[in-house]
């Protein structure tokens, strides 16, 4: 797994971290790189069924972006979470949400 000191290496790829803490309860961050060329980052998180349970578009660009989620915003329970950078998925990660 990269640390974003590593990521921050190759300017040419998008990358996105593992959330921290994980597992969470009140709240966690999840860091990501979007270069600045990118015209549409979204971050997507799923239910372990497919369902959509949040989209967040990404404003931030550059080295050691991040956004954070709200533990009260989702039930308890294992979610996925992707990073999309102008319509490709980029990578997809996996938290803990416990309450």
Sequence with gaps: ???PEEATTDLTN???FQNAP???S???EIKYFVLENVNNAVLYIFD???TTKKQIT???RGITASVFINGNDLQSGMYMYSLTCDNQIVDTKKM???K
């Design 1 to 3: 797994m990269l640390t």
């Design 14 to 16: 998008a990358f996105l």
């Design 22 to 24: 994980n597992p969470f």
């Design 26 to 28: 009140q709240s966690t």
């Design 48 to 50: 372990m069924q497919g």
């Design 58 to 60: 990404l404003a931030e």
């Design 96 to 98: 803990i949400l416990t």
